[in-house]
C-alpha cells in the first residue's frame, strides 16, 4: 500500500487555472499507475486522467481532454493535475489514487486513495 496526501486545490474563478499534487509515501511509487478522480455532491465519482509508471501512457475522461494535463515525477513521488480553462462543473473534490499494473478508468481497480482536496470553480 502507498499513502497518498493531495493538495493544490481551493477556489477560482471559471476560465482560470489550478495544478493539484499528490505526494505518495513508500519506496515502491515508480511502479504504481496514478490516477484523478472526482465527486461532486450528489453524483457519482468521476474517472478524470490516469498516468502509466513510466508516463508514457495517460487516459483522460471526455469532459477534461485537451484542459488537464496529468503528470508524475518518480523522484520526488509526485503525480499532478494541471488544470486549465476551468468550467463550474468542474467543481468537486478531487481524489488521487494508485494501482498496481495497467491503467483504469475504473476507480474500484485502485486500491490507494488520498483524503481528497476540494476544487470550487466560481462563473
Known amino acids: 500500500q502507498v499513502q497518498l496526501v493531495e493538495s493544490g486545490g481551493g477556489l477560482v474563478q471559471a476560465g482560470g487555472s489550478l495544478r493539484l499534487s499528490c505526494a505518495a509515501s513508500?519506496?515502491?511509487?515508480?511502479?504504481?499507475?496514478m490516477g484523478w478522480f472526482r465527486q461532486a455532491p450528489g453524483k457519482e465519482r468521476e474517472f478524470v486522467a490516469a498516468?502509466?509508471?513510466?508516463?508514457?501512457?495517460?487516459f483522460y475522461g471526455d469532459s477534461v481532454k485537451g484542459r488537464f494535463t496529468i503528470s508524475r515525477d518518480n523522484a520526488k513521488n509526485t503525480v499532478y493535475l494541471q488544470m486549465n480553462s476551468l468550467k463550474s462543473e468542474d467543481t468537486a473534490v478531487y481524489y488521487c489514487?494508485?494501482?498496481?499494473?495497467?491503467?483504469?478508468?475504473?476507480?474500484?481497480?485502485?486500491?490507494?486513495w488520498g483524503q481528497g482536496t476540494q476544487v470550487t470553480v466560481s462563473s
Open positions: 489514487a494508485a494501482k498496481v499494473g495497467y491503467l483504469s478508468q475504473n476507480h474500484q481497480a485502485f486500491g490507494s
Open positions: 498516468i502509466s509508471w513510466s508516463s508514457g501512457t495517460t
Open positions: 513508500g519506496r515502491t511509487f515508480s511502479s504504481y499507475a
